[in-house]
């Protein structure tokens, strides 16, 4: 089975251009999330997707960040403009929704992107 | 509001050594608790998971945790630790409803073996 697919693995780009992340999550996922790394930090929610629906973008920077999850499956996030502060790993994640059958509410992982800001 | 505590940033133990990572979760009732591990430049990885039933829980690689409610503690322990266990180890906790599959992660403690 595959996994969470992210790209690009690395990006770097100069302060102020824009920068877009792909996440494809395990078929038959419902739930996706975005989640924000820093450097030597835990992983800081930043959206959560049930199926094409943002049920939770409360930690989501609205002024410079955005996210799509068009029909339910593949995600997109960007970043207009991006500031140097927003070199992080940007980690995607996908899993069945707690009371699913099948369901234990754990988060499945991708490899994450590593976006350097210049 | 759900938060997770890991004391210890860094610690460095001796291959074949036993292993003991501290993790302490804020949340008005039982949580989901989850142990991940994080290799340099990858993803992170589910150890282990508490939901209900059994405090003691076996995970993979040879890890195991135990939920104690009266500590708000999810521990994580290996009798001896192997080299490739270096990596940086993460504690979560999920809310049961509302907000559920929301994991809140501790900042990690990263682990460094001795030969």
């Known amino acids: 089975e595959a996994g969470v697919v992210q790209s690009p693995r690395y990006k770097i780009i100069e302060k102020k251009q824009p920068v877009a992340f792909w996440c494809n999550p395990i078929s038959g996922h419902n739930t996706l999330y975005w989640y924000l790394q820093n450097l030597g930090q835990g992983p800081e929610l930043l959206i959560r997707y049930e199926n094409e629906e943002a049920v939770d973008d409360s930690q989501l920077p609205k002024d410079r960040f955005s996210a799509e999850r068009l029909k339910g499956v593949d995600s997109t996030l960007k970043i207009q403009p991006a500031e140097l502060g927003d070199s992080a790993v940007y980690l995607c994640?996908?899993?069945?929704?707690?009371?699913?059958?099948?369901?234990?509410?754990?988060?499945?992982f991708g490899e994450g992107s590593r976006l350097t800001v210049l | 509001a759900q938060s997770v505590t890991q004391p210890d940033i860094h610690i460095t133990v001796s291959e074949g050594a036993s292993l003991e990572l501290r993790c302490n979760y804020s949340?008005?009732?039982?949580?989901?608790l989850f142990w991940y591990v994080q290799s340099p430049g990858q993803g992170l990885q589910l150890l282990l998971k508490y939901f209900s039933g059994d405090t003691l829980v076996q995970g993979i690689k040879g890890f195991e945790a135990e939920f104690k409610r009266s500590q708000s503690s999810f521990n994580l322990r290996k009798p001896s630790v192997h080299w490739s266990d270096a990596a940086e180890y993460f504690c979560?906790?999920?809310?049961?409803?509302?907000?559920?599959?929301?994991?809140?992660f501790g900042k990690g403690t990263k682990l460094s073996v001795k030969p």
């Open positions: 994640a996908s899993s069945l929704p707690i009371g699913t059958s099948g369901s234990t509410g754990e988060l499945f």
């Open positions: 949340y008005g009732a039982t949580p989901y």
């Open positions: 979560a906790v999920g809310a049961r409803r509302g907000s559920q599959g929301n994991l809140i």
